[in-house]
């Protein structure tokens, strides 16, 4: 067996290294959990030890080079300080890949950092793939195999879980025993010295038994490679991301908007969305959201119809999916007076629909009303809410769980989430209805939360890099970086964007002649090096309307700042103010942001966010993510923006950022736009160097 990934999660022949016979050893637990008679694990478990020719009934050797058959799976145990050196004796024995269980690696300082290194280097040179270390280890349920931490094998399902906290792949095991949730298989990335998220993910799509991909993640090694690793998945099924570590203690002082505007949280969740995967901010709600999709279809709709035995619980649940973007609307008149028509005289068919407390029709009236939403085309999700005497009454489980398959085999795609507020006593129920895949949440708040982040987004692949030839570099570049403005409107103007009519100009005779030729009013900005916020200090000169205006401007820009040129431009009109930036992440590469620029920039922050490049189609979605979308359809007099016009700017901005390869960050604020079109008054470049990301 030389694949990694089925010697990792299929192994014929797994060795313990530090395994003992001592219940308190790691070494012990791992050969009870893989012989464990209750898992059912098929292939051969190997001891590793000194000088014990035998430990807990499994066959011991000296090393992996002694053990007579080729071993698949290495799990170590052994003190961080031994690893190296066990490490060299897998790559001798030709393992393909191990484990390290161990801690006392980079977590614990500098002292673990080098042994880590020095783990990876042996590793590397010999030709051994590493998950960990510091981890809680690998589960295949198929093949009853648990190399892991966990006291037993949970369920077999069709979640598999990616998880670099190990505490979570002990919750995998207890949320399978409490809620019938069934898992495929789980690996703990630890601290990632080799094998990453992105790695697994790639294994995990391709994995027949996996349906549903939960993902907890603290850190992202390689976060391009993780974007186009989930976009490719979710073509095929559902991932789920917790992203833990959401809010660093200090962000990086910014020279530009663009760069305030995309700090690492906005860039991490801006990719993991456009990627397709459902984000979640709670491990409890990542396995529950899982568990839903496993069972039920995705949300492809935003209409939800209530079915309640209490209005009070009705309304409740009503609020919470609303203020997660969800909507309860009123059903037609038709539906109405149909489900009306099974209703007591007191009911409300409008939606939620209220069946009061008339128990002795409950199965009956659950029954009629779950088919009839899940048949209907006017709700995209059915969600009956069990509360009390209706949860508690095993024929109102029995009747929704056949409506259900009812509506399945007719054809229906609607997912079915039932919102559980009952006793204990009504558990049995619960169970009864998860057994047959109709997930139930705890109370309304849950319900909501879980349905909310079942919403699928339309998935399309990640846009590439259009044939284009590379940007040059142009030659006026300060020592920050700062490529001056005339050299960049200069390169913007060469490949076609809409800016503003400009000169560089470089005494004040000859901008008051420049500023005559272009049409009064004008503006003035002086270039100097190093000159970052012209604004703030006084070196921008708008509504100058004669050239002795201009003429004086330039003469007071000399004196105040010292000699130098200055860019003159045709003042844009009124219009609405927007923003267009890109910049390059040290882990997803090229991005690119829009929304509203200034003063609407700096009161609101809003902006949306995309890995470039990117297409039209997507460009469109970023419109639609800002809070003050309204004003680009007109505000206050200003007439509304060519919407089609900004959205193909945006995808062609982020092409060609893409082909400059040595531009790390780009900011186009403010844009005016007047509903004829677009111009672009400042804009600001800072040259790195960088390699190309498509």
């Not at 400059?660 to 804009?683: C, K, M, Q, R, S």
Request: proline share 7%; with cysteine; aromatic share 6%.
């Amino acid at each position: 067996m030389t694949d990694w990934q089925d010697a990792l999660f299929t192994p014929r022949r797994v060795a313990v290294a530090g395994a003992s016979a001592a219940a308190s050893k790691a070494g012990a637990l791992f050969l009870r959990n893989l012989t464990a008679v209750e898992a059912g694990f098929a292939g051969e478990v190997i001891a590793i030890h000194p000088s014990a020719s035998e430990i807990l009934g499994c066959p011991a050797y000296p090393s992996f080079g002694a053990v007579p058959a080729p071993v698949d799976l290495a799990i170590i145990v052994t003190p961080p300080a031994a690893v190296p050196e066990v490490i060299a004796s897998c790559g001798a024995a030709g393992v393909p890949v191990a484990i390290v269980i161990s801690g006392g690696f980079a977590e614990v300082g500098p002292r673990g950092i080098e042994l880590q290194r020095e783990v990876a280097r042996i590793a590397a040179g010999r030709g051994v793939r590493i998950l960990g270390p510091n981890c809680f280890g690998v589960i295949n349920t198929a093949s009853g195999l648990n190399g892991s931490l966990s006291i037993g094998l949970p369920r077999r399902g069709g979640i598999s879980l990616l998880t670099q906290s190990g505490a979570y792949g002990m919750a995998a095991y207890s949320r399978s025993m409490d809620d019938g949730i069934g898992f495929a298989k789980i690996a703990a990335l630890g601290n990632k010295i080799d094998i990453d998220e992105a790695e697994l993910l790639e294994f995990l799509g391709r994995d027949p038994e996996t349906k549903v991909i939960a993902v907890l993640l603290e850190s992202i090694s390689d976060g391009r490679r993780l974007f186009e690793a989930a976009a490719a998945v979710v073509m095929r099924k559902p991932v789920v991301v917790l992203k833990t570590g959401r809010h660093p203690g200090a962000q990086r002082a910014a020279a530009s908007h663009t760069a305030a505007l995309s700090g690492d949280v906005a860039v991490i969740y801006a990719a993991l969305r456009q990627a397709g995967v459902h984000l979640v901010e709670d491990g409890l709600t990542l396995l529950d959201v899982a568990a839903s999709l496993d069972r039920q279809p995705p949300l492809r709709g935003r209409k939800i119809g209530i079915i309640t035995n209490s209005g009070g619980a009705g309304v409740e649940l009503t609020d919470l999916l609303e203020s997660k973007g969800l909507a309860v609307p009123a059903l037609s008149p038709g539906l109405q007076a149909t489900i009306a028509s099974q209703l007591p005289p007191q009911g409300s068919a409008v939606n939620p629909i209220d069946i009061t407390t008339d128990w002795q029709h409950f199965a009956a009236m659950y029954e009629f009303t779950v088919e009839a939403l899940m048949t209907s085309g006017e709700v995209d999700a059915v969600v009956p809410i069990l509360l009390q005497r209706s949860a508690l009454m095993p024929e109102v489980s029995d009747a929704i769980i056949a409506a259900s398959a009812r509506a399945r085999q007719r054809g229906s795609l609607k997912p079915i989430h039932v919102c559980w507020v009952a006793p204990r006593s009504a558990d049995a129920n619960r169970e009864k209805l998860q057994a047959a895949e109709v997930p139930c949440h705890a109370w309304p708040a849950a319900t909501a939360a879980v349905l909310a982040a079942t919403v699928s987004r339309p998935l399309r692949p990640p846009a590439r890099l259009s044939a284009r030839e590379p940007i040059p570099q142009p030659a006026a570049v300060d020592d920050a970086g700062w490529v001056a403005s005339a050299a960049a409107f200069s390169l913007l103007q060469q490949a076609g964007f809409p800016v503003a009519r400009w000169a560089l100009v470089t005494d004040p005779a000859g901008a008051a002649m420049a500023a005559a030729k272009m049409q009064f009013p004008v503006v003035l900005k002086a270039e100097r090096p190093k000159l970052t916020h012209k604004s703030d200090a006084g070196a921008v000169r708008p509504g100058l309307t004669d050239g002795a205006a201009v003429a004086k401007a330039f003469e007071d820009f000399s004196r105040r700042l010292g000699a130098g040129p200055a860019l003159l431009q045709r003042q844009a009109g009124p219009g609405t103010e927007l923003i267009l930036g890109a910049r390059c992440d040290p882990r997803f590469g090229p991005i690119v942001i829009a929304g509203l620029g200034g003063v609407w920039t700096e009161i609101l922050d809003d902006v949306a966010l995309r890995l470039a490049p990117i297409e039209a189609e997507e460009a469109r979605t970023m419109l639609d993510e800002l809070k003050g979308q309204k004003v680009l359809s007109g505000f206050r007099g200003c007439p509304p923006i060519d919407v089609a016009g900004f959205v193909r700017l945006i995808a062609d901005l982020s092409q060609w950022f893409c082909a400059a390869i040595w531009l790390d960050e780009l900011d186009l604020n403010p844009i005016i736009a007047d509903g004829n079109g677009f111009t672009i008054v400042d804009a600001r470049m800072r040259a790195g160097g960088r390699s190309t990301i498509a």
